[in-house]
T-cell receptor, first 112, second 115 residues
Framework: DGGITQSPKYLFRKEGQNVTLSCEQNLNHDAMYWYRQDPGQGLRLIYYSQIVNDFQKGDIAEGYSVSREKKESFPLTVTSAQKNPTAFYLC???????????FGDGTRLSIL | DQQVKQNSPSLSVQEGRISILNCDYTNSMFDYFLWYKKYPAEGPTFLISISSIKDKNEDGRFTVFLNKSAKHLSLHIVPSQPGDSAVYFCASYSFNAGNNRKLIWGLGTSLAVNP
């Protein structure tokens, strides 16, 4: 089945540690996105990539980094510079034309 | 500045009745509108969309209406079922944004359908 796989489902970070969230898609979509959702909040865009080897900052990119070396993969690193990383992280992809974004099941990141 | 607004944080309806969720937008360049449904601790699921060249799109129990002059869209669910209880997000983008195409999201409306 085609879809988006995020791993791990739960992740814990120690103070001062970088952690990387995985996102893989087999939908052959060009565009991929990372969002953050906090309790009672909507989705806020962290980074997005419309094509391999290219990505743009979203609304809340500080403290995060990404790479897009392969079409299928768009990992997100939460760096120690992100002072409030506890949140639910969602990865999405989108095809060309008037298409909806498709989402993974999310990764919940917590601080130890 | 919220370009997509869902002014009702929550809505409660009886099973079998109609649920109407509303969304307003400010950017006249938006030409594609989507509704997503989200359960806790899961990713949003695409429900239904509408292009700006239409004023109505229907898919089973779900119908989306678009009023471009008022910059307003609504999602109707008829009849509402308890399984419809979730957070509903309205989102939009401009297709002509090309490589800068990204969805702009509302803050969501939490729908509770009571048996």
């Amino acid at each position: 089945d085609g879809g988006i796989t995020q791993s791990p489902k739960y992740l814990f970070r120690k103070e001062g540690q970088n952690v990387t969230l995985s996102c893989e898609q087999n939908l052959n979509h060009d565009a991929m996105y990372w969002y953050r959702q906090d309790p009672g909040q909507g989705l806020r865009l962290i980074y997005y990539s419309q094509i391999v080897n290219d990505f743009q900052k979203g609304d809340i990119a500080e403290g995060y980094s990404v790479s897009r070396e392969k079409k299928e993969s768009f990992p997100l690193t939460v760096t120690s510079a992100q002072k409030n990383p506890t949140a639910f992280y969602l990865c999405a992809s989108m095809g060309r034309g008037n298409q909806p974004q498709h989402f993974g099941d999310g990764t919940r990141l917590s601080i130890l | 500045d919220q370009q997509v607004k869902q002014n009702s944080p929550s809505l409660s309806v009886q099973e079998g009745r109609i649920s109407i969720l509303n969304c307003d937008y400010t950017n006249s360049m938006f030409d594609y509108f989507l509704w997503y449904k989200k359960y806790p601790a899961e990713g949003p699921t695409f429900l239904i969309s509408i292009s700006s060249i239409k004023d109505k799109n229907e898919d089973g129990r779900f119908t989306v209406f678009l009023n471009k002059s008022a910059k307003h869209l609504s999602l109707h669910i008829v009849p509402s079922q308890p399984g419809d209880s979730a957070v509903y997000f309205c989102a939009s983008y401009s297709f002509n944004a090309g490589n800068n195409r990204k969805l702009i999201w509302g803050l969501g409306t939490s729908l509770a359908v009571n048996p």
